[in-house]
Structure formats: C-alpha cells, structure tokens
C-alpha cells in the first residue's frame, strides 16, 4: 500500500537519484526520457545501445514539490568482454548509489519475463534501496488480463515498494510512478539548480546520437564494436564543425561501415547531421571518419580512452 507514501510527498520539498535497471531492450531510455519529456538517452530497437549511464533531472515532474535525479543505465547482461563488464558496473553502482531503483520489465513477456531477467535480480539481490517494478509496454498486451500472470510471477520474485504497468510511448502510468518515487525520495533541497537537464557536455550527446545513425544505418554486428570519438568540435564557428572517428575492430567491419563508393558512411553522416541539428537546434558541419581499433572492447586502455570509465554519479546534497 504506498498511499500514504505519496500523501507524504506533498508535505514536503523532496529530492533524489533513481536509478533505472533492466535488461537490455526493456525501454529503460524510453522511460527516461517520457520521464523528463526530453530526448536524452538514445533510443533503437536494438538491444545494449545504452553503454553510460546517462543523468536527468525533472525538477516539479507532475507537478510535485520535488526534484528526482534519474539514472538511465546499461541493460544488465551476461557479458563477453570488458565493455559488457563496463556495462553491468555501471548499471550495479547506479541501483547501489539510488535512493530508489526504477526496476523495468517488459510486459510482452509475459510470466517468463522472470526467468529472462534472472541476471537483474540477482543484481538487485542485496541492494537496499527501495525498488519499484514499471512493467513497460503494457500497450502491446491485449486482452489486458493477460497481464495478470506477468504481475503475479514478478510479485513472488523479490518484495517490491509497487509493481506498476506503463507504456512509455504512450505515458500510460507515468504519473503514478512519478508520485511514487517522489514519496520514496528524502526530505531536503534539489541536487541541481531548477533549469539543469543533465550534467552530460554537448560532446557526450553530439556522440551517442552519431552512434545511433550507426545503429540504424548498418546490420547486426557492426553497432556492437562500435565507438564514436569526438575529435573536433569548433562550437563558435557561424557552422559549427564537428570531426569525429567512429572506430571498429576489424578491417571487415570498416568495409561495411563505408559501404560500397562510400555510401553507407554518407548515409550514417546524413543522419547523424540531421540529429545533432536537432540537439543543438543550429545547423553544423559534421565529418566522420572510420578507424579501426583492434579488439578495443576487450581492452581496458581503449575502453578508457572513449570515456568508458566507472565513475560515482550521485550528487552531493547541499547542506
């Protein structure tokens, strides 16, 4: 019963850092962002395309006198190399660091949905962080009793503070998890000032959305090895002009990436371009390059050097 959580959450300016855990492909990013009504995280129907943990902050989400810091983390996975490792790090500090966990599932799974999230349970086994289930893509589910066995497998699982359905595409359901977290939030100031959307430099985001071009202009093997490389990024140029390296790990992969004549690395730029534009809301010249880096996600330098590095995330509060 979490009513008088909530009731609590009106009495009160709270603030805090959530975390949002999962598998991969469960719409962690797309929660994220329906959450803050900005497209932050990268979006594409292909599993582990979140690698960082990526910070956003709703200051008054529905609003609530409150302000909560979400964490979008890498889907947790068994992992092959060190960046599956880097991932699953990242994903397991973030629900240590929260004070609350934003636990997503997918509802097209059904009961089975458990059984599949078996590496995120165990991940959450002895947090002690108060931990909410937002059963995602309830939308896909029809007839709406077939949930039930879903909800019911996920209840015997592990204790919940609630189990929430959602559809993050649709925001069905955002507001009861909004008001839940912010009662589960402590009492005390905002963590960041009230116009802060993430604490990520434009280069992060002008990245991740070169990234995405990658991942929707190319097959299944190539977006996994993938890293992008902001190498110049002159912000006070009329146009601002950005160079950047997209690096592989084998010579094969670099040949798909160019496509025949180029034109698959035109195709990745026309996107990528179009996307930034977006971001930064200003035209800009955008040149890529592609470069291989041998087995560079197996190698704890390389995955250094592209800013895969754990890091503590949670804010200092303000005394």
């Known amino acids: 019963m979490t009513v008088p959580i909530n009731d609590r959450s009106t009495s009160a300016h709270r603030a805090g850092v959530v975390a949002l855990v999962g598998r991969p492909n469960v719409g962690k990013s797309t929660l994220l962002n329906a959450l803050v009504g900005e497209s932050l995280s990268i979006v594409t129907p292909k599993p582990e395309t979140t690698r960082d943990r990526v910070l956003a902050v709703a200051t008054r989400p529905?609003?609530?006198?409150?302000?909560?810091?979400?964490?979008?983390?890498?889907?947790?996975h068994r992992p092959h190399r060190r960046l599956g490792e880097?991932?699953?790090t990242e994903a397991r500090?973030?629900?240590?660091?929260?004070?609350?966990?934003?636990?997503?599932?997918?509802?097209?799974?059904?009961?089975?949905?458990?059984?599949?999230?078996?590496?995120?349970?165990?991940?959450?086994?002895?947090?002690?962080?108060?931990?909410?289930?937002?059963?995602?893509?309830?939308?896909?589910v029809r007839p709406k009793e077939a949930l039930l066995p879903a909800l019911d497998a996920y209840g015997k699982a592990r204790p919940f503070v609630e189990i929430i359905p959602v559809a993050a595409t649709t925001g069905d359901g955002l507001d009861r998890v909004i008001r839940t977290l912010v009662g589960l939030?402590?009492?005390?100031?905002?963590?960041?000032?009230?116009?802060?959307?993430?604490?990520?430099?434009?280069?992060?985001?002008?990245a991740e959305r070169i990234r995405e071009a990658v991942i929707a202009e190319t097959g299944e093997e190539v977006p996994y090895v993938t890293a992008v490389e902001i190498d110049a990024f002159d912000e006070k140029a009329?146009?601002?002009?950005?160079?950047?390296?997209?690096?592989?790990?084998?010579?094969?992969?670099?040949?798909?990436?160019?496509?025949?004549?180029?034109?698959?690395?035109?195709?990745?730029?026309?996107?990528?371009?179009?996307?930034?534009?977006?971001l930064l809301g200003k035209q800009v010249f955008l040149e890529l390059w592609v470069k291989v880096t041998p087995e560079w996600t197996r190698s704890s330098e390389a995955l250094a050097r592209f800013g895969y590095q754990s890091q503590k995330q949670k804010p200092k509060r303000k005394s």
């Not at 146009?239 to 040949?255: C, D, L, N, W, Y």
């Open 86 to 88: 880097y991932m699953n």
């Open 185 to 206: 939030m402590p009492e005390g100031p905002s963590l960041y000032p009230d116009d802060t959307l993430t604490d990520r430099p434009e280069r992060f985001f002008v």
């Open 93 to 140: 500090t973030a629900a240590d660091d929260a004070d609350a966990v934003l636990y997503v599932a997918d509802a097209t799974d059904g009961a089975k949905g458990v059984a599949l999230d078996a590496e995120v349970l165990a991940a959450l086994a002895n947090t002690k962080s108060p931990v909410i289930l937002a059963l995602n893509k309830v939308d896909r």
């Open 238 to 278: 009329p146009v601002p002009r950005i160079t950047a390296s997209i690096h592989v790990e084998r010579p094969g992969q670099k040949k798909i990436l160019v496509g025949a004549g180029g034109e698959r690395i035109r195709a990745v730029g026309s996107r990528a371009r179009a996307e930034v534009e977006k």
């Open 62 to 76: 529905a609003g609530l006198d409150a302000q909560l810091v979400l964490i979008d983390t890498p889907g947790i």
